[in-house]
């Protein structure tokens, strides 16, 4: 714990780099402890733009909705980690309650351990010589806790040879698939024989549970029906004393369905501990896209969501200036694909704001933006952005956008900014992808 | 020269992060300078994968041809560096004879400057306090040359008064735009209002130039068309006493339509000296997509391009797993839009290769992948490989994909490996996004 802690004000004490975007003045090199001191305030133009800001009070109050979510449940979180791979951000989740966090890659585990995450399930296949020796090294910490998907005989012949030469034991997770999906073992065959491979490597390989990924499907049915279908797996596989591992676990839950793994799994029972563990990464930031869509689905049929009155929020925006306003009807953004996600929808204009100048002509707070202005094309460093002919707009104008899909968002950014209610940044988060 | 050098030193005393993708083991932190030394090779299966990896002899070829280009024409290069934000790379650029770097935003020219280089093309708008603050900071080096992109009345002023505060003069670009395209003024009048308004601050701004993108438009006879109203508004200017700048650049070209700006511009002349300076950025990767299109429109058309009896070669490949095989003609690839562009065509796979197990069943070299293994879709961490039911694949097997836009390839990686035709890393350059 100690050590835990030593390493995660390692994070505080490393400096902004002096080559970074989106940042204020950096030619001092302020350590990230010290960026509230620098009293930099985004509407002051203290911050080059474009920049990703979190807001704290949303990104807070998305914390708290997701403990009493999953607390409501008695279920267990393990953040995915690989939408924001901001270890400053693992940290607060595992202060409200993580369990852990869930990691997609080798070098992901070792970047979140390196920052002092010490449990982690590698929810993907661990292939290659290189990435089994990332987790091997990591494995010599005895207090190091690690649970790895496998879905090939292949594979878990690999992981045994490597794991035995290493004279240490590797936890796996058996996952689950369907036809047409991504991975996962497809039928009973399969998964048999996966199972008689790992049987073969008892010194070497240690079976923990089941991990699924329901998000490749798009029905609360289907969903439903494959949950269940890894509930009786595992059953079975406990009944046949197939869980070699000192933990049982279960595992599921995308940023999309979460509902529906909690829903079913709540209450699920082996004669031994289980921990069933959920692993939403995108609630942190939430978003106005993708994940907006599913939580309107969600509060629309969960009753644990209906009865906590309140929502997740759009904690993370970029802000951009307008640069040109070189025709009627549209104004060019500094702001592009280098910025922000745009494989499931383009940024969307939130807030206006025309910042103080010489003349004194500036607005005093940001007002939303008009619904008619709307992005309709982005290039790498520039945005396409329709308005009306008539449009208040001004070249040096500032615009918020929310974003849909964080992931693909934080990372184009090795730093983001935290900001209070009034835009004045308060902390800084890096990112390590 | 003695500072640049330095610096460009710096570069190669930089630790790889211990928390990177796509690296060997570097729980030791070996600098860049010491990868060589390292004996890392791909295919003995010492880098984790997913990596980006540069072939040091297709890049090296690439920047001598469009050297050789160049030259051809007697103009200069100064190219876009927003596609690799590698110094290292830069530095390349700039020994092979390039004039300067072109950058997109403020922060990018900072991290230019940082790592040495002296001369910039800003070829965007120069708005905000953050960023005039940026470029004013660097202006305090008088070895440093910046030219920056006006279009509006509105930012010239912006920057008349910042530039004027800071008692400093600022290098101007008037940006000529086309009806429908991006940044840029449309018409005569609008020129006349910017130049106006640039004569407003003598003291402040100066006037170098025209800078033009022709990338917006498609076709040979548009294009043509606005390359010649860029020289006649440019001699316009100078005929009027207008160019109030120390140097006449008169600037255009993105990677796409390098060849039309060439053959239009070359040979065009003022009283005065005049650099005619083309800003590509992709040919130092190239790729199979959008600029190997643009290529073989130019070799089709380009007299000097024919007469070079060689191309710009893909120089940039992705190396990923195969980490399921979860059903008949479906493999998943440990790779995903988290590693690799998306957005003008998903990866290509190039090569296959099967690593040596402990039953020495692995193949001895990377053989050319059919043409029927096809990319069909990536998610974040994950790509769908169609392929045959009967293909000869294992998990654990690696496959080399070439990509389309090397740009958004760039920004997911903080480091890619250089490697020589045996695949072994002998070098290492870091990005700067």
Not at 16 to 35: E, F, H, M, N
Not at 165 to 179: D, K, P, T, Y
Not at 325 to 343: S, T, V, Y
Not at 404 to 411: E, Q, Y
Request: charged share 15%.
């Amino acid at each position: 714990m100690v050590e835990e802690n030593n390493l995660q004000s390692n994070l505080a004490f490393r400096p902004l780099t002096p080559t970074g975007k989106g940042l204020g003045d950096v030619t001092a090199q302020p350590v990230v402890a010290a960026v509230a001191e620098q009293g930099w305030n985004l509407l002051r133009e203290d911050i080059s733009l474009p920049v990703a800001v979190l807001s704290e009070r949303r990104v807070q109050h998305n914390l708290q909705w997701m403990k009493s979510f999953i607390d409501s449940y008695g279920l267990k979180l393990a953040p995915h980690g690989k939408t924001t791979m901001s270890p400053a951000l693992f940290h607060r989740q595992l202060a409200q309650g993580a369990w852990g966090i869930t990691l997609a890659t080798a070098p992901q585990v070792q970047a979140a351990y390196h920052f002092g995450v010490r449990r982690v399930i590698l929810a993907n296949q661990l292939v290659g010589r290189a990435n089994m020796s990332i987790i091997s090294r990591l494995l010599q910490d005895p207090g190091f806790e690690c649970y790895v998907i496998v879905d090939s005989v292949a594979n878990v012949q690999q992981l045994g040879e490597f794991f035995a030469q290493a004279g240490q034991r590797l936890n796996l997770l058996l996952e689950l698939g369907v036809s047409g999906g991504r991975t996962g073992v497809r039928d009973a065959a399969a998964c048999d024989a996966l199972l008689a491979a790992i049987a073969a490597y008892p010194h070497s390989l240690a079976l923990a549970g089941i991990e699924v990924y329901e998000g490749v499907l798009g029905d609360d049915a289907t969903i439903r029906a494959f949950l269940r279908r890894a509930v009786h797996t595992l059953i079975a596989l406990d009944a046949q004393g197939q869980l070699t591992a000192s933990k049982a676990i279960l595992t599921g839950a995308g940023s999309a369905w979460f509902d529906l793994v909690a829903e079913e799994w709540a209450g699920v029972t082996l004669a031994r501990p289980l921990d069933i563990i959920l692993r939403p990464g995108c609630y942190l930031t939430h978003d106005v896209g993708i994940y907006k869509a599913a939580e309107t689905r969600i509060h629309a049929s969960n009753p644990i969501a209906r009865a906590m009155h309140s929502s997740l929020l759009p904690a993370l925006q970029l802000w951009a200036y307008v640069q040109s306003l070189p025709e009627p009807g549209l104004a060019i953004l500094g702001l592009g694909k280098r910025d922000a996600a745009f494989d499931a929808g383009l940024p969307v204009p939130a807030l206006h704001f025309r910042p103080q100048d010489h003349a004194h002509t500036g607005t005093a707070a940001p007002v939303a933006a008009p619904a008619d202005w709307t992005l309709t094309r982005m290039m790498d460093q520039h945005a396409f952005m329709q308005v009306p002919v008539d449009a208040d707009l001004q070249v040096g104008d500032m615009l918020a956008l929310d974003i849909s899909h964080p992931c693909l968002t934080f990372d184009k950014w090795r730093q983001l900014l935290v900001v209070d209610d009034n835009y004045t940044v308060i902390d800084a988060v890096e990112t390590f992808f």
